[in-house]
């Protein structure tokens, strides 16, 4: 699912949003360490990566079986208790990471793709960083429930699969993403606009829960799916390596669901928000720091605007994770590749 840059679509989403959207001119304040000393300032990072996973948690590291993800853990800062949302499952979690607010307020309360109810009219985080940056994002979902997110941007690209193609797997998606990227860097693009390499890479890698729920959470199927997701997490950090990117990227993993819970069907959870895990790791963030402060899910999209060195807006109830961060915050320019 593609759809072409137009100067016109983005001027009509920019007059959809200017009336909800409320940015301050005023310089933010510069964070302080623990000790209260000033953080010092660096650039913000230029690429950010969203890892979100389905039915993991810390004990899904046991056994070796995501050497990758556990590098990435040891490098970065985590949190294994980020609140999570309720109803817990697929749809309306990704739509809350997605727009910064609860289910509540998105309204997407159901799990499998509905056309006749739309797209989520809540501002997305896609929009936000188009509008405040020119950011462009890359978004790769295994699901066919999230086509219900897919809402037509001018500067954002869909790619989808899920269990209605048997040939869906970790490995497929890659494989996506590779294209992407070779088509993105030879000049041609895909027969429209693409400018650039994606601020913003959002990918969806569900399987060791979908294993999980169908074979078992203590079965070998399980620890395989684990495995096949962690290969996917290398060869995706594998492309950034390849184009030169790594020094110049911030990587975020988060998991729709924890282990022994399935995504696609609610559970009990005692009328409490479930918890998951929250990873930061690569440019700019913390490296072996377990997180103190509360985290919720909603925060994601707050935090990679940070990190991209932009303003958060006031109607969002997602707020950046500041603790994570080795330095001050500084406003980034704006892309130079926005025509």
Request: proline share 7%; hydrophobic share 40%; glycine share 8%.
């Amino acid at each position: 699912m593609r759809w072409k840059k137009s100067w016109v679509g983005a001027l009509t989403m920019s007059l959809c949003l200017v009336s909800i959207m409320v940015s301050s001119a005023a310089a933010p304040l510069r964070p302080s360490s623990p000790e209260g000393n000033a953080l010092p300032t660096s650039p913000p990072t230029e690429h950010v990566i969203l890892f979100v996973l389905e039915g993991f948690s810390q004990d899904s590291l046991k056994g070796g079986t995501m050497p990758t993800l556990s590098k990435l853990i040891k490098e970065g800062s985590v949190t294994w208790s980020a609140s999570a949302v309720k109803p817990a499952l697929r749809l309306p979690t990704m739509a809350s990471i997605i727009t910064g607010v609860p289910v509540e307020k998105h309204g997407i309360h159901w799990n499998t793709f509905e056309f006749s109810r739309g797209y989520p009219r809540a501002p997305s985080v896609f929009d936000y960083l188009d509008l405040s940056g020119g950011r462009d994002s890359a978004i790769f979902f295994m699901d066919e429930s999230l086509y219900q997110l897919a809402r037509p941007e001018p500067y954002t690209d869909y790619q989808m699969c899920g269990p209605l193609k048997p040939e869906c797997s970790p490995d497929r998606v890659v494989s996506y993403i590779q294209q992407y990227f070779k088509k993105a860097t030879s000049g041609h693009g895909y027969g429209h606009a693409i400018l650039s390499l994606p601020h913003f890479l959002v990918v969806h890698l569900p399987e060791a829960g979908r294993v999980g729920a169908a074979r078992g959470w203590t079965s070998k199927e399980y620890r395989e799916a684990l495995r096949a997701v962690d290969k996917a997490i290398a060869s995706v950090l594998d492309i950034y390596k390849s184009e030169d990117l790594t020094k110049r990227t911030t990587v975020f993993v988060t998991s729709l669901s924890a282990e022994g819970i399935d995504a696609g069907h609610e559970q009990a959870t005692n009328g409490t928000a479930p918890v998951v895990p929250w990873i930061a790791s690569g440019v700019g963030i913390k490296h072996g720091h377990a997180i103190h402060q509360p985290v919720s899910i909603l925060d994601t999209g707050a935090t990679v605007m940070r990190t991209l060195g932009l303003q958060t807006h006031t109607e969002w109830e997602s707020r950046p994770v500041e603790e994570i961060f080795q330095f001050a915050f500084i406003a980034a320019a704006p892309n130079s590749n926005v025509p």
